[in-house]
């Protein structure tokens, strides 16, 4: 049994352990007046700890000042209280996120209401439930605590932390512009570029001409352009892909890529490989809808996870694929082996020994976490490259 499952108070523990004392030593003097004492005073515990089965005049209630709190934050709580009776000092427990927040009160006048403000910090992101609260009074003599169960109850929505991603906060308008001036893309991920097989339907004036020769085969410049009109986002949910605090950060990065996406006019498809959150195959139309999609993505089991091929819905030639893994996913296998997504695809891998990971065939990097993938994102850090070469194959001669 805990303290905070004790009935009695300081006070109240003294009381008992004294009327104890009473009672045995008027046991052994034979003084009946002591025994008297002893028992008064056990009587008097035995009416406060049976008083908190009294029913509280108090009336609660509880408004959240916003239903979505970003994971880390504080959530603001304001709790209202009424009394049918003026009612002495009280402590309110609530329980926000699984953790108890004890909020202290002034006495309550009869029919007025006492309002007061707290804030509780979220550090786990998900559909929480805030309540139920616990009253507790104290009686007139302050030897027992008087306890009540208020079944208030209220959804609190804990979304993960949106990074700012610094080059994408230029206008729409500004980046075509720069475009169009430029013959590479001057986003910082575009650096990341390799040489890979030509592929049927690849863009003619993409072809390396000069490694075409030196390898024997055609190869064309891969690039990454997070700057284009259409972006899919596809997140890993399978829980064999990494671990739990992997997994969370790899969420934090997709939310910030979609939302990145979204304030920039960009058309964003967001989906993952969790039934219960796969996203829609259609763009989304507003925040809210990202926001509440990577609140509500947990990691699966192989059993219950989405196919790659109806999780992954093909992009236009003018969008990019961008999938955001642990270091394990069957995706990468998947999307590499694919003649279809290989010229659109561009992986991000979140491990804590990144440097240690193996290449693969499609553009990616490798982060240990959200704020390394920010660094590199905003050009402040060189991302680890992760590709290989494609196999070397002769081009046979038309002779």
Known sequence: MTRDDLPLTSTGLGVALGSVILAIVAALTGYRELLFFGLAALCLIAIAIGLPRIASPVVLERRLA???????????????????????????????????????????????????????????RGVHQVGPIREERRDPFSLAVRSSDHPLF???????????????????????????????????????????????????????????ARLDRLVVR??????????????????QAGTEGEFEECVEIAASLAMAGLDNQMQVVVRT???????????????????????????VSSDRAVAPQRSAMRPRTTAQLIVVTGANSPLIPYFCSSTLFRPMVFVVRVSDRPHLLR????????????????????????????TEPAPRRRIRSAS
């Open 66 to 124: 916003q239903a979505y709190v970003q994971r880390g934050d504080s959530a603001e709580i304001t709790l209202t209280a009424t009394s049918e009776r003026a009612t002495p000092p009280l402590r309110i427990i609530d329980t926000v996120v699984g953790q108890p927040v004890r909020v202290d009160l002034g006495g309550i006048k009869a029919m007025r209401t006492v309002a007061v403000t707290y804030r509780a910090v979220v550090r786990r």
């Open 154 to 212: 209220d959804e609190l929505w804990v979304h993960p932390v949106i990074h700012p991603l610094r080059n994408a906060s230029e206008s729409f308008e500004d980046r075509l512009q720069t475009q169009a001036m430029r013959a590479l893309s001057d986003d910082p991920l575009a650096e990341f570029q390799t040489l890979r097989d030509y592929a049927e339907g690849d863009d003619p004036r993409r072809i390396h001409w000069a490694s075409s």
């Open 359 to 386: 290449p693969i065939p499609v553009p990616s990097i490798a982060v240990r976490n959200a704020e390394e993938f920010v660094q590199v994102y905003d050009g402040r850090r060189p991302a680890r490259r992760s």
């Open 222 to 239: 891969d690039l990454l352009e997070l700057r284009r009109r259409e972006r899919h986002v596809l997140l890993e949910t399978l829980d």
């Open 273 to 299: 490989r969790d039934p219960n959150a796969a996203g829609r195959p259609m763009p989304v139309r507003s925040r809210l809808e990202i926001l509440e999609l990577f609140t509500k993505v947990e990691r």
